[in-house]
């Protein structure tokens, strides 16, 4: 697969794609989960982290069932016109990668926290394109509830 591929809509129609990113992200999220209250627990909490911290985990794990509700409705072939399917295919990637880039940059910006490291530079705007991305995916759900 080469980095085109990643732009094929017709891959992103696929229902077995968001359903391979729904179960990547729930099982990182709770592995996550379970890092940050057991072996990160004393870190995150010292750099007052662990609330952020959480707050990734519930919204990653929040964004898998997403993705999930996603695949399942793109299993629904007789019922979805070309513009839906479309359409979810982009609530997908929105919800793929605002999930990577959301929790994804709170997850670096808790463990990077006050090492002065310039990725944190990087990282904090990462955050709210990554809101932004899972908010687009929710929109474009809507207009696919609008049409059904």
């Known amino acids: 697969m080469g980095l085109l591929d990643l732009f094929d809509v017709s891959r992103w129609t696929d229902p077995r794609t968001s359903m391979t990113y729904a179960s990547f992200f729930g099982a990182a999220g709770v592995a996550l989960g379970a890092f940050g209250a057991h072996a990160l627990k004393e870190r995150l909490a010292v750099r007052g982290n662990d609330q952020k ?7 990653q794990m929040l964004h898998s069932i ?3 509700l ?12 070309p513009f839906s ?12 990668g605002g999930t990577l880039l ?5 997850y670096g910006l808790c463990l990077l926290s006050g090492s002065g490291s310039a990725m944190l530079k990087i990282l904090g705007p990462t ?3 990554g809101g932004l991305m899972m ?14």
Do not use: E, H
């Not at 911290?53 to 919204?59: F, M, S």
């Not at 399917?85 to 793929?96: D, E, I, V």
């Open 66 to 68: 997403a993705l999930l």
């Open 85 to 96: 399917r479309k359409r979810l295919a982009l609530s997908g990637n929105l919800f793929a």
């Open 53 to 59: 911290w959480a707050t990734a985990v519930q919204y």
């Open 70 to 81: 996603v695949s399942v409705m793109l299993s629904l072939d007789n019922k979805l016109t």
């Open 135 to 148: 908010m687009g995916g929710w929109a474009s759900l809507f207009t696919v509830a609008s049409q059904w």
């Open 127 to 129: 955050t709210p394109i």
């Open 102 to 106: 959301f929790s994804g940059s709170i």
